[in-house]
């Protein structure tokens, strides 16, 4: 995505700052006052997926959100940083340096599990909250085919042009929507059109499939000793809800919350439904939680 040309009409603006903390150039977009919500969106994403959480956190706190490496406007610094535990890794330092310390991170999808991850590295740790978290393990065949699949297309240069070339269209973007479960807006459905038309998201998106590795996540859950909400939309087709009931399972301090009538991106479809479940287990949040990060 080009800064200069794609930026200006994209949603909240306004709030987005570039940031060369190596090995990315980062976008990120920030506002009002008061402990720090870090927003992780998932793969193939970007900060647009929160346009309308956004507005609904600043009420009360200061909001951070991100662009994942090689994704919406981050540029990438190196291709072999796109893993779970590299952004982990660069998102942790991203935070020291901004002197971000999150009372809670809110990841979705493939950001979910990366939340979880962070919650390992930062100190004090935040809060978690998951959103159809990408934390199962394929079976059967899908196991070890569509990882090589990935790693396939991910390793020839080519890839991405190609992907890009087989036509980013509104009708393409609304089939591959609807298969996860989401009905979009048409303003929701031209963001990500713009998204799978652009040739370096694509490959960041590929890159980051490609190295993906949740194992060292599962294993650890029963050693996040935080508060975690796992939220998941029970008409979700691109991570079944049984995935987050487990993880909670799991999780010393975990709760399960199953969001009726919505699918895998059920924050662009009713960001209110979604959120009012996670402002009320936010003010029930132990002191220690809520005062992770001061206000500003």
Same mark, same amino acid.
């Given at each position: 995505?080009?800064?200069?040309?794609?930026?200006?009409?994209?949603?909240?603006?306004?709030?987005?700052? &570039? %940031?060369?903390?190596?090995?990315?150039?980062?976008?990120?977009?920030?506002?009002? /006052?008061?402990? /720090?919500?870090?927003?992780?969106?998932?793969?193939?994403?970007? /900060?647009?997926?929160? @346009?309308?959480?956004?507005?609904?956190?600043?009420?009360?706190? &200061?909001?951070?959100?991100?662009?994942?490496?090689?994704?919406?406007?981050? &540029?990438?610094? +190196?291709?072999?940083?796109?893993?779970?535990?590299?952004?982990?890794?660069? %998102?942790?330092?991203?935070? *020291?340096?901004?002197?971000?310390?999150?009372?809670?991170?809110?990841?979705?999808?493939?950001?979910?599990?990366?939340?979880?991850?962070?919650?390992?590295?930062?100190?004090?740790?935040?809060?978690?909250?998951?959103?159809?978290?990408?934390?199962?393990?394929?079976?059967?065949?899908?196991?070890?085919?569509?990882?090589?699949?990935?790693?396939?297309? *991910?390793?020839?240069?080519?890839?991405?042009? *190609?992907?890009?070339?087989?036509?980013?269209?509104?009708?393409?973007?609304?089939?591959?929507?609807?298969? /996860?479960? +989401? @009905?979009?807006?048409?303003?929701?459905?031209?963001?990500?059109?713009?998204?799978?038309?652009?040739?370096?998201?694509?490959?960041?998106?590929?890159?980051?499939?490609?190295?993906?590795?949740?194992?060292?996540?599962?294993?650890?859950?029963?050693?996040?000793?935080?508060?975690?909400?796992?939220?998941?939309?029970?008409?979700?087709?691109?991570?079944?809800?049984? %995935?987050? @009931?487990?993880?909670?399972?799991?999780?010393?301090?975990?709760?399960?919350?199953?969001?009726?009538?919505?699918?895998?991106?059920?924050?662009?479809?009713?960001?209110?439904?979604?959120?009012?479940?996670?402002?009320?287990?936010?003010?029930?949040?132990?002191?220690?939680?809520?005062?992770?990060?001061?206000? @500003?």
């Amino acid at each position: 995505m080009d800064w200069d040309r794609d930026l200006p009409d994209w949603p909240h603006s306004g709030l987005s700052r &570039r %940031i060369a903390q190596r090995p990315h150039l980062w976008h990120v977009q920030e506002t009002g /006052t008061g402990d /720090t919500v870090l927003l992780l969106h998932g793969a193939g994403a970007s /900060t647009h997926s929160w @346009r309308d959480v956004i507005p609904i956190l600043a009420r009360q706190f &200061r909001v951070v959100a991100l662009d994942l490496p090689g994704q919406g406007f981050t &540029r990438l610094g +190196s291709r072999a940083r796109c893993s779970l535990a590299h952004m982990t890794e660069d %998102i942790a330092a991203l935070c *020291a340096a901004q002197g971000w310390h999150p009372a809670v991170v809110i990841g979705h999808s493939a950001g979910g599990a990366i939340a979880l991850n962070l919650a390992r590295r930062l100190r004090p740790a935040p809060a978690v909250v998951c959103l159809n978290a990408a934390l199962g393990r394929f079976d059967g065949a899908a196991g070890w085919l569509f990882p090589i699949l990935a790693k396939l297309m *991910a390793a020839t240069p080519l890839a991405a042009l *190609a992907f890009t070339a087989a036509g980013a269209s509104p009708a393409r973007t609304r089939r591959l929507i609807a298969s /996860t479960g +989401s @009905r979009l807006s048409d303003e929701g459905i031209g963001y990500y059109t713009r998204l799978t038309a652009d040739t370096a998201h694509v490959d960041g998106t590929l890159q980051m499939m490609a190295r993906w590795n949740v194992d060292p996540v599962l294993d650890w859950l029963p050693r996040i000793e935080t508060p975690c909400l796992m939220l998941a939309a029970e008409g979700d087709r691109a991570v079944a809800p049984e %995935i987050s @009931r487990r993880a909670a399972d799991r999780l010393p301090l975990g709760q399960f919350q199953a969001i009726p009538g919505l699918g895998h991106l059920a924050h662009e479809e009713d960001p209110d439904a979604v959120m009012r479940p996670v402002l009320d287990w936010m003010s029930d949040l132990p002191p220690a939680c809520k005062s992770a990060s001061p206000a @500003r």
